[in-house]
């Protein structure tokens, strides 16, 4: 499965950018995009990993619940 490269806008805008096959790669090109980004820049950039683009948005656009507090 690709990872996939994303920008997210404070309004939830979705645009891939990259798609990569390798998490070494994909992560040394998330860490370049982030130290490039303007200090102003409120977008975030994600990596994800799913097996197509549909997937993949909709993992990020998914929210997760918060974690359970209390005896284990």
Sequence with gaps: M??????ITEDKQLQCIERIEKYRDARNHVR???SQQASNDTSLIRLIHA?????AERLL?????????GDD
């Design 51 to 55: 097996s197509s683009e549909l997937e």
């Design 32 to 34: 370049e995009l982030r």
């Design 61 to 69: 656009l998914t929210t997760r619940e918060a974690p359970v507090e």
């Design 2 to 7: 690709p990872y996939f490269v994303y920008q």
